[in-house]
């Protein structure tokens, strides 16, 4: 043993994360375990008040009528990720959004905004051959994050607020989980959590970049954990970048937050500093182009420009109108006001920001993992996207797959028992989190800006071999140095520079894992582009990558994807569908 004290707990289900996929968890898991069936929820932070979904903006996915159909969504879904999605979970996803967009309605109390015949209003997002968001405003994971949270609160489960896990700890054989590791951060005490089911939805968050949208917090913790417990890991390096990041300056957390899609879906435009609308140069769509090709196409634009202090472009929606801006797009008006900006009437600065994670823990449709009693959700599960994720379908996934895993580990349980942990892996775990608390205490926000430029700079937006080869020696070095750097640990009670400390180890690690899939996939696909290998290659021949830890060293090879739907050159739209229902700008 560490000689470390560690509190004991048991649950039945043990649900890590409360954004979408784990508030949904953990109200289907009520409906569909044994009764008297014990269930825990734990967060970084406090229930309703943290996690990504709470930040979406612009809506959710869902094939309502109107000539839309579950068949076109899934298409788009197919295409947009360019082949790589695992096509059962995006059908899933697709069709269990029209079941779930009615449960966060009549069920949840989600009040969405209405046509004036009463109908859910769908607005435009790019990369998608109909308008099918769903959304509150521009507001929308507000609206949907505050009544679940109402939901849960009022359900009876338990709740460890403000506990961080650290540690997945297997059975002594490995082939079963045995419970988490975590971090009471409220009194810095260790506490070890036993469950038969366990759900991973502690979401994505790439904050290891520069221009980043998630709240500093969220550093790939799960992922993290995953991939030191021996999990596969697919699309490790597919890192989205939301074109329209808000650039407020280095004074300010508000630069890098969302512009939200729906601004150029509602006809914005993206205007150099030149004074040129330039999307049409890159791409027929335009500003409504997916996600990976208008990032690209900022980023070409911005390395035109050799002046610093012209580092982005500009949004324009004056031509639109500021009256009618300034009524449709509420939030993004305000948040732009607050930093001194008038997105109505006038321009404000954009550049692409890393926003969501494509990649993921290796799951099966139901959420189930290779490691028995283990369930991943959300963000934290590759598949679903493939090599882009199409705006809309985030929120739409982590509630559809949230609600899948409660179903599932709510059956899945009435067969499983409480089981011994390995005290090796513990005390290993332990270890790996007090290391810091006996060296001489430094800085740890210094490391944390290298390895945001670093990300940045060799692994971003635009790749080569030897920028990524000098990413993950860059990477190596921060990671040595951060060994080097130790916490005053005389209070360990809300120690937020012990948890910089820890988020440091989470970003370097899977930073490791996005340059090293990046270098193995030699081709551009989705938001991976090779500038080296700028071909997408053969969409029949498409192979994903598989990342793994094995006696600490992290390799990575590549799988055929499984054409299960619709292959390359096909399509499941019936014979005279329209290509898209979308009028061009």
């Known amino acids: 043993m560490t000689g470390v004290e560690i509190d004991r707990h048991d649950t039945d289900i043990l649900i890590l994360g409360t954004g979408g996929a784990g508030l949904f968890a953990a109200l289907h898991a009520q409906q569909t375990a044994p009764e008297g069936t014990k269930i825990t929820i734990a967060v970084k932070g406090l229930i309703g008040k943290c996690g990504c979904t709470r930040m979406v903006q612009g809506g959710y996915n869902v094939a309502l009528g109107g000539g839309d159909t579950v068949e076109r969504h899934f298409m788009d879904t197919i295409i947009g990720g360019k082949w790589l999605p695992n096509q059962d979970m995006a059908w899933r996803l697709c069709e269990q959004a029209v079941v779930r967009i009615r449960e966060l309605e009549n069920e949840i109390g989600c009040f969405f905004d209405r046509n004036p015949d009463g109908s859910?209003?769908?607005?435009?997002?790019?990369?998608?051959?109909?308008?099918?968001?769903?959304?509150?405003g521009d507001l929308t994971g507000i609206e949907i994050i505050n009544r679940l949270m109402e939901k849960v609160l009022a359900s009876g489960v338990e709740k460890l607020q403000e506990h961080r896990a650290i540690g997945l700890i297997p059975t002594r054989d490995g082939s079963a989980l045995s419970g988490v590791l975590m971090i009471d951060m409220r009194t810095g005490?260790?506490?070890?959590?036993?469950?038969?089911?366990?759900?991973m939805a502690t979401g994505g968050g790439p904050t290891m970049y520069k221009y980043h949208t998630p709240s500093g917090d969220k550093t790939m913790d799960g992922l993290a954990m995953a991939l030191r417990a021996g999990l596969k890991?697919?699309?490790m390096e597919m890192v989205q970048f939301h074109p329209t990041g808000l650039l407020a300056g280095d004074h300010t957390r508000m630069t890098g937050t969302v512009l939200e899609e729906g601004?150029?879906?509602?006809?914005?435009?993206?205007i150099s500093h030149a004074g040129q609308r330039f999307m049409f140069d890159y791409d027929a769509k335009g500003e409504r182009a997916t996600r990976d090709v208008v990032s690209r196409g900022i980023y070409a634009e911005m390395r035109k420009n050799n002046n610093p202090e012209q580092e982005g472009v500009f949004i324009s929606m004056a031509h639109l109108g500021p009256e009618w801006v300034a009524q449709k797009f509420k939030g993004m008006v305000k948040r732009c006001a607050d930093s001194g900006f008038d997105l109505a009437a006038g321009k404000v600065e954009v550049v692409p920001t890393a926003h969501y994670f494509m990649g993921g823990v290796v799951v099966d449709v139901d959420t189930r993992t290779a490691m028995e009693g283990l369930y991943v959700a959300g963000e934290d599960a590759g598949g679903a996207h493939g090599s882009n994720r199409l705006g809309g379908n985030g929120v739409a996934n982590s509630t559809v797959y949230g609600g899948i895993a409660g179903d599932t580990m709510g059956a899945d349980i009435k067969g499983m028992g409480l089981r011994a942990p390995d005290e090796d892996v513990l005390d290993a775990?332990?270890?790996?989190?007090?290391?810091?608390?006996?060296?001489t205490p430094q800085l740890v926000l210094p490391l944390r800006q290298q390895l945001q430029n670093v990300m940045w700079d060799e692994v971003g937006v635009m790749r080569t071999a030897a920028g990524m080869t000098r990413g993950l020696s860059g990477i190596a070095d921060i990671s040595e140095a951060l060994m080097d750097v130790g916490v005053?640990?005389?209070?360990?009670?809300?120690?937020?520079?012990?948890h910089d400390w820890l988020n440091m180890r989470s970003l370097c690690d899977i930073s490791e894992v996005i340059a090293k899939a990046g270098l193995v996939r030699e081709n551009s696909r989705g938001a991976h582009f090779r500038e080296d290998f700028p071909d997408p290659g053969a969409m029949e021949d498409s192979t994903y990558t598989i990342a793994q830890?094995?006696?600490?060293?992290?390799?990575v090879g590549e799988v055929p994807v499984e054409f299960s739907i619709v292959r390359p050159g096909?399509?499941?739209?019936?014979?005279?569908?329209p290509d898209t229902l979308v009028a061009a700008q």
């Not at 005053?488 to 012990?498: H, K």
């Not at 830890?549 to 390799?555: E, L, N, Q, R, T």
């Open 263 to 270: 601004l150029r879906g509602a006809g914005g435009q993206l």
């Open 429 to 439: 775990e332990i270890a790996r989190a007090v290391h810091p608390l006996g060296k």
């Open 233 to 235: 890991l697919r699309d």
């Open 189 to 199: 005490r260790f506490r070890f959590v036993r469950a038969k089911t366990v759900l």
């Open 120 to 136: 859910l209003h769908q607005k435009a997002f790019a990369g998608q051959t109909a308008d099918r968001t769903v959304h509150k």
């Open 488 to 498: 005053e640990g005389s209070n360990l009670a809300f120690n937020l520079t012990w």
């Open 549 to 555: 830890m094995k006696d600490g060293a992290v390799s």
């Open 570 to 577: 096909e399509t499941v739209l019936p014979e005279g569908e």
